[in-house]
């Protein structure tokens, strides 16, 4: 059974930095691709940046340069920094992890396995 676990969500003010977590258990960490998706009310699930299995990075256009996609093997943990928040950044943030190429890493249906999500919100 796969678990991914997210936290470090929160409110800060717009020019503000949050970090996110998610700690993913029941797998072999390392053979997985995982990313972090974002979705706003009424708005579709979006791919917001993605490590593939060997570590190469993908950024969504509208996160990059501000966000920064990592991983820690050795404590199964994704982390995502996210510098110089904008308003159009709030949203439940998802981690996720699967068996998917480095071209869908941003795509929300080629993963199997999801966290529970975590709400970030960013005050104008």
């Known amino acids: 059974q796969v678990q991914l676990v997210e936290s470090g969500g929160g409110s800060v003010q717009a020019g503000g930095s949050l970090r996110l977590s998610c700690v993913v258990s029941?797998?072999?960490?390392?053979?997985?691709?995982k990313g972090w998706f974002r979705q706003a009310p009424g708005k579709e699930r979006e791919g917001v940046a993605a490590?593939?299995?060997?570590?190469?990075?993908r950024y969504a256009d509208s996160v990059k340069g501000r966000f920064t996609i990592s991983k820690d093997n050795a404590k199964n943990t994704l982390y995502l920094e996210m510098n110089s928040l904008k308003p159009e950044d709030t949203a439940i943030y998802y981690c996720a992890a699967g068996v998917v190429t480095l071209s869908e890493v941003l795509t929300p249906h080629a993963y199997n396995y999801w966290g529970q999500g975590t709400q970030v919100t960013v005050s104008s």
């Open positions: 029941g797998y072999t960490y390392s053979t997985y691709s």
């Open positions: 490590i593939g299995r060997f570590g190469s990075t």
